[in-house]
């Protein structure tokens, strides 16, 4: 899925490397060899390029390559959850802190929330999850943290809970789609049974680093998440993103100024 003109698996390389990450696995599923592909090299579109004086299309598309060796791709063969995925690449990441990014969530921040999340790693060590407020009526949608305390934008966690009925959550911070964890979680993974939805759960295996003594943190941190999960998400997305664009802004901003006159134009 393309958000504005780069799709968003493109947004979540940026967000990692800016965060200082130089080596990346994929965990896909059949019908994704597309994915593999958009990060290959491309001599002939390159040469076309070049020979059409499109210095700038062709910045753009060497910035998509990935280096031999840096990308890996683990196919997972049956949908059964985050922490299901996750584990498929026990063998490849062995003992050292990973991290995670989920794709459809797209965060825009001055400094990329794994940035962020990184250097206040640096600080804490054990696991950490992306965090933010979300309302009691959404809770279901969520891993919830059970906290017991908070330093500036890091709070100590003491318990998840997966997708919580509203009323039972015990917070009102979600996990969202960005996290830092330490290689036991791995072990963890393979000793959960399924949770909600029938489903390995990634947060329950967070649950078990907490129950065995290891420190989990959340992290709250700057910017604003998009769900592109969801169809108003990613709508919401591509006009806030368009709209943080030189080239885009004045256009779509006279544009969005006369929707109300045009409404019908579209029915």
């Not at 990060?39 to 299309?57: I, M, Q, V, Y």
């Amino acid at each position: 899925m393309t958000l504005v003109d780069r799709p968003l698996i493109q947004y979540a390389i940026d967000e990692a490397r800016a965060a200082g990450i130089e080596d990346f696995i994929f965990v896909t599923s059949r019908g994704k060899s597309a994915l593999e592909d958009y990060f290959d090299h491309a001599p002939d579109l390159e040469n076309s390029l070049r020979d059409g004086g499109k210095t700038e299309l062709l910045r753009i598309l060497r910035n998509t390559y990935m280096d031999s060796g840096a990308i890996a791709y683990i196919r997972q063969h049956k949908p059964l959850g985050l922490g299901h995925a996750v584990s498929c690449a026990s063998k490849l990441i062995g003992n050292e802190p990973f991290a995670v990014i989920l794709p459809d969530d797209v965060i825009a921040a001055e400094k990329p929330c794994l940035q962020q999340m990184v250097e206040a790693y640096q600080e804490t060590g054990g696991s950490m999850v992306a965090t933010m407020e979300v309302s009691a009526a959404k809770t279901s949608s969520y891993g919830m943290l059970d906290i017991a305390g908070q330093s500036g934008q890091i709070v100590q966690v003491k318990g998840l809970v997966e997708k919580p009925a509203a009323g039972d959550a015990p917070s009102n911070l979600a996990v969202i789609g960005r996290y830092i964890l330490a290689p036991e979680v791995m072990q963890s993974l393979e000793q959960v049974d399924r949770g909600a939805g029938g489903e390995i759960q990634l947060t329950d295996a967070i649950a078990q680093e907490i129950s065995a003594g290891r420190d989990v943190f959340g992290y709250r941190f700057d910017g604003q998440r998009f769900d592109c999960g969801s169809k108003a998400g990613f709508l919401q997305a591509t006009v806030a993103f368009a709209l943080a664009r030189d080239d885009l802004r004045d256009e779509l901003a006279a544009f969005l100024a006369e929707i109300p006159f045009t409404r019908n134009a579209a029915q």
